[in-house]
């Protein structure tokens, strides 16, 4: 496994969230937020599927999987899945907060 991928998509990604372009009202805005968030859950559950994909080809017996290889898949879809949950969790606050702030 290499984490060298996951490095170079949240590069991707940042760069994705910085690239600014114009509207017809002549204020910049960001790429699309939810085309942005829909491809993160997506990377997310490409992790988990190909975490899972390594631990059912090790418990079958594949010699070219290792316990290592399976033990760095499992955590990375862990640690993406919980800053996925923490993503989240801050978005409905967000929400939360705007929606009881007086008008």
Do not use: C, W
């Not at 899945?81 to 702030?101: D, P």
């Amino acid at each position: 496994m290499r984490i060298d991928g996951f490095q170079g998509e949240m590069k991707a990604m940042m760069l994705d969230a910085t690239a600014t372009k114009p509207t017809a009202t002549g204020h910049s805005v960001g790429a699309d937020f939810g085309e942005l968030l829909n491809h993160a859950i997506n990377n997310v559950n490409q992790l988990q599927k190909s975490s899972g994909n390594l631990q059912t080809r090790f418990d079958r017996g594949d010699e070219n999987v290792s316990l290592s290889d399976v033990m760095i898949a499992r955590n990375k879809s862990s640690v993406a899945f919980e800053a996925t949950i923490q993503v989240r969790n801050k978005l409905v606050e967000a929400y939360k907060e705007l929606m009881n702030m007086p008008v």
